[in-house]
């Protein structure tokens, strides 16, 4: 069975400068999905990076990038230029090719940011 | 399109009463997932629709549970004889049938049995 670890339960970072949260995986598949989502207080979960494990190239959105060692199933997200309206919960997940959509996640990353 | 909805937001209900959820997925989206989140840890898949066909079912989906998605639009998840376990995030989301394209997340429905 897949697991999905973030080892750190919680963060803090301040504004304008660059976190990185980690996630570790374990599978033994070879073709997968990776995202990142972000869940702000009290609003719903929205898609901030997706990474397919065949690329080697590193996803980036905007400020948004990962680092994907898929050796070491590790999955990092980077934030810079960190924003007040980025203090919210991060989760990391895994999808399995063929697996029907369905997304197993960590438990979480709450990251905030200070002004 | 306004995006996954779920109704309602919040429910309050006593122990052993039924509930029933409501979850209505972006219209051209023919995959819709129903997750349950408690305090402190990531969404858990329950169940998953592809169009009216309820696919896969989690073993945390006990004979308590049922979903059901009638001509594979919107959704309704229903516990019966609720205990104070089952106290948690219920979370809607769908997707189209490429894979790896991410879901799109309801807001939730916060259940509380006191």
């Known amino acids: 069975a897949q697991t999905v670890t973030q080892s750190q339960p919680e963060m803090s970072v301040q504004e304008a400068e660059t976190v990185t949260l980690s996630c570790t995986y374990d599978t033994s598949e070879s073709n997968y999905y990776l995202f990142w989502y972000k869940q702000p207080p009290s609003r719903q979960m929205i898609l901030v990076i997706r990474?397919?494990?065949?690329?080697?190239q590193n996803a980036t959105e905007n400020r948004f990038s990962v680092n994907f060692q898929k050796a070491a199933k590790s999955f990092s997200l980077k934030i810079s230029d960190s924003q007040l309206g980025d203090t919210a919960m991060y989760f990391c997940a895994f999808m399995k090719l063929g697996s029907q959509g369905n997304l197993i996640f960590g438990k979480g990353t709450k990251l905030s940011v200070k002004p | 399109d306004t995006g996954v909805s779920q109704n309602p937001r919040h429910k309050i209900t006593k122990r052993g009463q039924n509930v029933t959820f409501r979850c209505d997925p972006i219209?051209?989206?023919?995959?819709l997932y129903w997750y349950r989140q408690t305090l402190g840890q990531g969404p858990e898949f329950l169940t998953y629709?592809?169009?009216?066909?309820?696919?896969?079912k989690s073993r945390l989906l006990s004979d308590r549970f049922s979903a059901e998605r009638p001509k594979g639009s919107f959704s309704t998840l229903e516990i019966q004889r609720t205990e104070q376990g089952d106290s948690a995030m219920y979370l809607c989301?769908?997707?189209?049938?490429?894979?790896?394209?991410?879901?799109?997340f309801g807001s939730g429905t916060r259940l509380t049995v006191v």
């Open positions: 990474q397919e494990a065949y690329k080697q």
């Open positions: 219209s051209e989206h023919n995959r």
């Open positions: 989301a769908s997707s189209l049938a490429s894979l790896g394209t991410g879901y799109t």
């Open positions: 629709f592809q169009n009216e066909a309820q696919l896969e």
